[in-house]
């Protein structure tokens, strides 16, 4: 009887939690992007085609996500700074990527290329070629490696 309540319960919350979400998920033009991530975009993406920009509402406050037509995808904090950049056909471009991290990947994977950067509470993530996701605290120290 009690897990039976349980499933109920987690059945309910999850719908709920879904239809919250879907609620908070609007499209919205380029225009209704902040001003930072509209230079942004024109700045280091300009010859990029807007597929689908949308504002997304959580608990943890408002981000922005522009995703391209070729599949690359940027995600914007509500202030319009860069929360990450995801990069499918192309690399991040280099003058996005702080200059430590750009250089401890030339200087370990001169092979590989950045695909992929997040910006977290704890420092930067990054997503090489070959692969490798790199982890860096605030400081810029390797703090982890996965492949």
Known sequence: MNM??????????????????????????????????????????????IALSKKERELSGTTYDVIFSNGDKIEFFGNGDWKEIQCKTTLVPEALIPAPILDYVKTNYPEAGITEIECKKRGYEISLTNRLEIEFNKQFVVIDIDD
């Open 4 to 49: 039976k309540r349980l499933l109920i319960a987690f059945a309910l919350l999850f719908g709920i939690s879904a239809s919250m979400k879907a609620e908070y998920d609007t499209p919205v033009t380029f225009q209704q992007l902040p001003a930072k991530a509209q230079s942004f975009i024109r700045q280091y993406f300009p010859e990029r085609k």
